[in-house]
Structures are given as structure tokens and as C-alpha cells.
């Protein structure tokens, strides 16, 4: 079946480093979405991507949507304790349709 | 601003028996989704609703129905629960539009003993 597959899995980084992960797809996707999720509570939304090549920012974090649309990146700057989580990318599974599927997390520790 | 409610946040069932989970859409959204997250793993795509009507449906077992109320909220009927069942259960919620980017409540944690 139809996967996304996120890198790097996990990843622990000292605090005030920049942080970068990426999502692929075998397929096309016209939406990106980023979410991050804390242990016991929901994703929340980080950035919504919508067009090939769209270049996307939201305070500290920048992601991209890339030209093939079979992937997107993710940039945290300068990070902090409270990154800490699991990074999860997310896209509808065909265009226009409500079935969205989830990559497979990367779980970012931060070290202060 | 108002979020997606999730109710109860923390259920606890036995085996054979059966549960109602409970989301309340972020007022004016036409759209929920529901999600199954195992511990360590990504959220599971079950089952979609817009306006009411069955959108999308992915790997909900037949044991499971659902159903959009008309004030657009969600109920998530669980019946013969078994051990496998207990994980994190997550609405999500978005407006009618196609690809409009889903938020997501709090989770309901249901644990089969």
C-alpha cells in the first residue's frame, strides 16, 4: 500500500542547532501537511503546503513542497527543549479525497 | 479559538463489551475524521464524514460503525472490544472543502482489559 516514509527516525540534537527532516512518497501528493505530536495528545497542525516548490514558514519552522511532489521537508531553527516530540508528515491518499495518510514520525530529542 | 473536543478522554473496557467515543467539530467545520494511533505508531485513517455522509472510509473494522450527527458532531460505535482495540483514538476535524488541513482533538485513550 501507499506509504510515507520520514527520515531521519529519530534524531537527538543538542539546543540552539537547526534541525532538518523530510518526507517521501512513492506517489504524487498535492498537500503536504506537518504535524507535531506530544506524548498523550493530538497532532497539531505546523504548516499546510499546497503547490509544487511552495516554500512555507511559521515562526522558527520552515518546510518545502517539493518539485516532484513525491516529498517535503522540514526545517526547525535554533531549536528548543519544548521541539521535543514526533514530526509527522501527512497528505491526502488521492487528491480530493477526505482519506488522509500519516508518515511514519521522526521523534526529535532536544538536549539542553 | 475553540478545538476540536473529544469525549472521554480516558476509557476503560473489557473484552466482548462495547464503547462510544464522542467529537465535537471546531464550531462551522462540515468535516470529521477518525484515527486509531497504536503505542509508537503513526495515526491509522479510519473513517471520514462531510455533511452528515460517509466520505472515506479506510481500516475501520466491521465491529466499528460511525455516524455525523446534524449539528456535525461524531460518534465512534466500538462493539466486542478486544485487547488489540486499546489505543489512542483521535478526531480530526476540517471545513467541506477538499485538502482543507485537518486539526485534531486531544485523543480519547481507550484501554480493553
Known amino acids: 500500500g501507499q506509504q510515507l516514509n520520514q527520515s531521519p527516525q529519530s534524531m537527538f540534537i543538542q539546543e540552539g542547532e537547526d534541525v532538518s527532516m523530510n518526507c517521501t512518497s512513492s506517489s504524487i501528493f498535492n498537500t503536504w501537511l506537518w504535524y507535531k505530536q506530544d506524548p498523550g495528545e493530538g497532532p497539531v497542525l505546523l504548516i499546510a503546503?499546497?503547490?509544487?516548490?511552495e516554500l512555507t514558514s511559521n515562526g522558527r519552522l520552515t518546510a518545502q513542497f517539493g518539485i516532484t511532489r513525491k516529498d517535503s521537508f522540514l526545517n526547525i531553527s535554533a531549536s528548543i527543549p519544548s521541539d521535543v516530540g514526533i514530526y509527522f508528515c501527512?497528505?491526502?491518499?488521492?487528491?480530493?479525497?477526505?482519506?488522509?495518510?500519516f508518515g511514519t514520525g521522526t521523534r526529535l530529542k532536544v538536549l539542553a | 479559538a475553540a478545538g476540536v473536543i473529544q469525549s472521554p478522554r480516558h476509557l476503560i473496557k473489557e473484552k466482548r463489551e462495547t464503547a462510544t467515543l464522542k467529537c465535537y467539530p471546531i464550531p462551522r467545520h462540515d468535516t470529521v475524521y477518525w484515527y486509531q494511533q497504536g503505542p509508537g505508531q503513526d495515526p491509522q485513517f479510519l473513517i471520514s464524514f462531510y455533511e452528515k455522509m460517509q466520505s472515506d472510509k479506510g481500516s475501520i473494522p466491521d465491529r466499528f460503525s460511525a455516524q455525523q450527527f446534524s449539528d456535525y458532531h461524531s460518534e465512534l460505535n466500538m462493539s466486542s472490544l478486544e485487547l488489540g482495540d486499546s489505543a489512542l483514538y483521535f478526531c480530526?476535524?476540517?471545513?467541506?472543502?477538499?485538502?482543507?488541513?485537518?486539526?485534531f482533538g486531544d485523543g480519547t485513550r481507550l484501554s480493553i482489559l
Open positions: 480530526a476535524s476540517s471545513l467541506g472543502q477538499r485538502n482543507q488541513p485537518q486539526h
Open positions: 503546503l499546497y503547490k509544487a516548490g
Open positions: 501527512a497528505g491526502p491518499v488521492v487528491s480530493g479525497t477526505y482519506k488522509y495518510i
